[in-house]
C-alpha cells in the first residue's frame, strides 16, 4: 500500500502537462473547486442576510401604516436583489483565478493573471451598478406615483441610460488602462468631440436637462392645472424636448421644456381653499348706522353659508363713487365651478339686504357744472377819420 501511495505521489510529481506538474494542477483544481464553493457559500449568506433585512423593513413599513401602492422596502431591498445579480460565470472565473496563483506559471502568464482578476472585478463591479441604477431609478419612479407613460417615464429612462453609460464607460477606460492602453489621448479626443456634439445641439440638451429638472424638482406633474403667462390648462404629457398642455378653450399647447421653466408656473394642484377679495360701493348720502349695517349683514351672509369661511368685511375708502367696501371669505373647496356658485349666492342676498335696507349700489356718474359768462361790455363808437 505504502509502495503504491509512494509510486502515485512519484508520477504526479514527475508527469507534466503543458509543462505544470500533475501536482500542481491538481492542487490547483482543488484550490478552484473550494474557492467557488466557498464563495457561493458566502453569496448565499449575504442574500440571506439581506432576504432577512428587507422582510424587517417591510414589516416595519407594514406597522407604520405605510400608503397603498408605495414602494415596498428601502436599501436592504435594493441591496438583495443586486447581490441576487452576481454572475456565477464570474464567480467561477474567480475561482479558476485563485487555482491559475498557485501555479508556477511561465513566462508573462502572472501578468496576464492579474489583468484577468481585474476583468473580473470590473465587470462585476460593472453588473452591480447596471442593476443597482435601474432599481434605483424604477423605485423612485413608483414613489412618485409615476407608474406610466404619463409621468416622468421618458426622463427617467433617460436618467438611468445616462447613468448606466457613464457607468460602463468608465469600467472601459479603466479595463483599458490596466490593460496598458494609453488612454490619455482618447479621453481628451472624447472631451473635444463631446464638446463640439453639445455646441450644436445646445437647445436640444436645453430642454432635455429642462426634462430632467422637471422629473426631479416635479414643479408639475401630468394632470394637474397650471397657468404659465398667457396659457391655462391641464398638463397632458411630459417629454423630452416639450410639454403639452390641454388650454381651457380646447386646443393642445406646445411648449418646450427650456421656455417652460423660465417662467412663473401657477400652479393649483396643491389648491385647497380659494381666498377670494370682492368689493362694492354703496351711494353716498348712506347713513353711518347704515353703512355699518352693511358690514354686519355681508357677515351674516358668508357665515350663512357651509363652504364658506367668513374672513373680514370693511368699509375701505370713500371713492369717487361711493362708499367702497371690500369683503375676504374662504371657499372651503377648490373647485372654480363651486367658488362661482357661492360667489353668485352672496352677490344676490347682498342685492337683497341692500333693496331692505333702502340703499342703492353706487354707479359711476359725473356732474357737469356750466357757469354763466357776465355780459359783455358795448363796444366803443367808431369814428370815421377825415
Same mark, same amino acid.
Not at 508556477?104 to 502572472?110: K, N, T
Given at each position: 500500500?505504502?509502495?503504491? %501511495? ?19 494542477? @491538481? ?63 464570474? %464567480? ?8 491559475? +496563483? ?16 481585474? *476583468? ?18 424604477? $423605485? ?5 406615483? &409615476? ?102 378653450? !380646447? ?19 396643491? *389648491?385647497?381653499? $380659494? ?5 362694492? $360701493? ?30 373680514? &368685511? ?7 363713487? +361711493? @362708499? ?17 356658485? *357661492?360667489?353668485?349666492? %352672496?352677490?344676490?342676498? *347682498? ?8 340703499? !342703492? ?26
Amino acid at each position: 500500500m505504502e509502495q503504491q %501511495i509512494a509510486s502515485a505521489t512519484t508520477w504526479l510529481h514527475a508527469e507534466t502537462f503543458w509543462g505544470l506538474s500533475a501536482s500542481s494542477l @491538481l492542487i490547483a483544481a482543488a484550490a478552484t473547486l473550494l474557492t467557488y464553493l466557498v464563495l457561493m457559500l458566502a453569496l448565499r449568506w449575504a442574500v440571506g442576510r439581506a432576504s432577512q433585512a428587507a422582510e424587517q423593513q417591510q414589516q416595519q413599513a407594514g406597522e407604520g401604516g405605510a400608503a397603498a401602492g408605495a414602494p415596498r422596502g428601502g436599501p436592504a431591498t435594493i441591496a438583495l436583489q443586486v447581490l441576487a445579480g452576481t454572475s456565477r460565470l464570474l %464567480i467561477l472565473l474567480a475561482a479558476l483565478l485563485v487555482g491559475a +496563483g498557485l501555479l508556477d506559471l511561465p513566462g508573462r502568464w502572472p501578468a496576464k493573471v492579474e489583468q484577468l482578476w481585474f *476583468l473580473a472585478l470590473a465587470l462585476q463591479v460593472g453588473l452591480w451598478g447596471t442593476r443597482a441604477t435601474t432599481l434605483v431609478v424604477d $423605485r423612485y419612479r413608483q414613489h412618485h406615483g &409615476a407608474t406610466g407613460p404619463a409621468q416622468m417615464s421618458a426622463s427617467a429612462t433617460l436618467m438611468s441610460w445616462g447613468l448606466r453609460t457613464l457607468l460602463w464607460a468608465t469600467v472601459l477606460l479603466a479595463i483599458l488602462s490596466n490593460l496598458g492602453v494609453n488612454i490619455t489621448a482618447f479621453v481628451a479626443s472624447l472631451g473635444v468631440g463631446g464638446i463640439a456634439i453639445a455646441l450644436a445641439v445646445q437647445n436640444v440638451l436645453g430642454d432635455l436637462f429642462a426634462s430632467m429638472a422637471i422629473a426631479v424638482d416635479k414643479p408639475f406633474e401630468v394632470g394637474d392645472f397650471i397657468v404659465v403667462g398667457s396659457v391655462a390648462g391641464t398638463v397632458q404629457q411630459i417629454g423630452v424636448k416639450t410639454t403639452r398642455i390641454r388650454a381651457l378653450s !380646447g386646443e393642445q399647447v406646445v411648449m418646450s421644456n427650456t421656455d417652460l421653466l423660465k417662467q412663473t408656473i401657477n400652479n393649483y394642484r396643491h *389648491l385647497r381653499e $380659494r381666498r377670494i377679495v370682492f368689493n362694492f $360701493r354703496v351711494a353716498y348720502g348712506t347713513p353711518a348706522d347704515t353703512a355699518e349695517a352693511i358690514a354686519q349683514a355681508v357677515r351674516r351672509i358668508i357665515e350663512a353659508e357651509p363652504n364658506a369661511r367668513f374672513d373680514r &368685511a370693511h368699509l375701505q375708502s370713500f371713492s369717487e363713487t +361711493g @362708499l367702497a367696501y371690500e369683503v375676504v371669505y374662504i371657499v372651503l373647496d377648490a373647485g372654480y365651478n363651486t367658488y362661482m356658485d *357661492l360667489q353668485q349666492k %352672496i352677490n344676490l342676498a *347682498l342685492m337683497r339686504e341692500l333693496e331692505a335696507m333702502g340703499v !342703492g349700489f353706487a354707479v359711476p356718474e359725473r356732474r357737469l357744472h356750466m357757469a354763466s359768462l357776465p355780459p359783455e361790455p358795448p363796444a366803443a363808437p367808431r369814428h370815421a377819420m377825415v
